[in-house]
Nanobody, 121 residues
Framework: QAQLVESGGGLVQIGGSLRLSCAVS????????MGWYRQAPGKQRELVAA???????DYADSVKGRFTISRDNAKNTGYLQMNSLKPEDTAVYYCNARIGLVGKLGIYAYWGQGTQVTVSS
């Protein structure tokens, strides 16, 4: 089994910055994918940014140039640096990881519990 724990959310003013972290723990053999998703009230969950084990990175158009996704493989931790935050970035942010487990075949998808990001004026 694996667990994802997110941190770093909070209240920030327009134009401010936050850094989200997603720490993966458990009997992990590999992490093939880490993604950040967000869900605002009344809206569907959407992909914000993703990074694969091969280094491929993808961003939603709405965050390109403002957000940066990265990962520290040694720490099994992913990050989302969010700059120039806007009110429309307000949402619960979720980490998703696709993980290989020690002693098990296959890749398993896990979600974190979510962390609230609120951008206010």
């Amino acid at each position: 089994q694996a667990q994802l724990v997110e941190s770093g959310g909070g209240l920030v003013q327009i134009g401010g910055s936050l850094r989200l972290s997603c720490a993966v723990s458990g009997s992990i053999s590999s992490i093939t994918y880490m993604g950040w998703y967000r869900q605002a009230p009344g809206k569907q969950r959407e992909l914000v940014a993703a990074i694969t084990s091969g280094g491929s990175i993808d961003y939603a158009d709405s965050v390109k140039g403002r957000f940066t996704i990265s990962r520290d493989n040694a720490k099994n931790t992913g990050y989302l640096q969010m700059n120039s935050l806007k009110p429309e970035d307000t949402a619960v942010y979720y980490c998703n990881a696709r993980i290989g487990l020690v002693g098990k075949l296959g890749i398993y998808a896990y979600w974190g519990q979510g962390t609230q990001v609120t951008v206010s004026s």
